[in-house]
């Protein structure tokens, strides 16, 4: 069975009792129970429900995995992957990644023992010596948030094994349809299901997907212990979406690449960062790892900061604002916005600069899109 068909039909059965065609949202928090302490599948929501089965089922497929997990956000994932570490276990991450995965690291679990390191991980040579301090967990987020850094994740996820790691993927940036981490060898894969699962800015959520029964285990007990579940009917549109998401990360990629040939031949933008292009860093690697290049683009303009601010604030098409892969394009500007919470020195560091856009490019007549910006930066440029 083919991705789209998955996506239509696995987890999406006609509802039992009625025959819907689209199953119903579980709207309970408990369930009628037989006897005192007898097992059945679904007790209390917090621990289960057919919805949550349901999606779990649909993501398992899609990203090849054996086992899924669903949250109530993907911020709420990755706090479950954490809470299987112990103090003083260390974990290894991309350094150039999103900004609120930072701060769970290092404002929170940094507090209970966890010791972080944060490395340019296409740099082998650097992958190689933060292994040799033996960590638990090596995070990997590949294109990377906002620079868009491809992370070879077949040769990362080798060397973790190695040394006894598990590798965690963030595939938030590509979906499912682009990208399969755990076909290449990682061991966990976890999304932000808000972005291009979910669709259409109306719902967040998170999911864990892997091969592993234990650790899939581990992954339930944390949201049933720790409250991360989310709710049936958010689960509920996430079901909805992702019988859409093929066709509509094709759109998604088809116009960022339109966006991107504009951009790249503009002469008020420096530079532009999208690994559909041969001259990025990563392309051959995402090439070979990847079956398209999703929907997100960054740029440097030609402009000082504070005609770029205003340029991105006033843009008709482009709508100011955090997150990405919904269906509407939206902008935003990291250093203020979505990687705010990493310190201008780490930043800088990272090579994620004061003056750098971040495009979601929605699946809107791309012609449009091109316009609207093409008229922003002719009011700023003069």
Known sequence: MKFSTKAVHIGQEPEETTGAVVPPVFMTSTYAQEAPAEFKEYDYTRAGNPNFTRLQQALAALEGGEHATVFSSGLGALTAILSTLTSGDKIVAVDDLYGGSYRLFTKVFERFGIEPAFIPMQDLDMVDAALAERPKMVFIETPTNPLLRIVDIAAVAERARAVGALSVVDNTFASPYFQNPLALGADIVWHSSTKYIGGHSDVIGGAVICHDADFNQAMGFARMAVGLNPSPFDVWLMSRSIKTLAVRMERHAENAA????????????????????????????????????????????????????????SLGVFTLAESLGGVESLVDHPATMTHASIPAAEREKAGLTDGLVRFSVGIEDVEDLIADLEDGIQREAG
């Open 258 to 313: 339109a966006v991107v040939e504009f951009l790249s031949s503009h002469p008020r933008v420096k530079k532009v960062y999208y690994p559909g292009l041969e001259s990025h860093a990563g392309h051959a690697i995402a090439k070979a790892q990847m079956s398209g290049f999703s929907g997100i683009v960054s740029a440097e303009l030609d402009l000082p900061l504070e005609q770029t601010k205003r340029l991105i604030s």
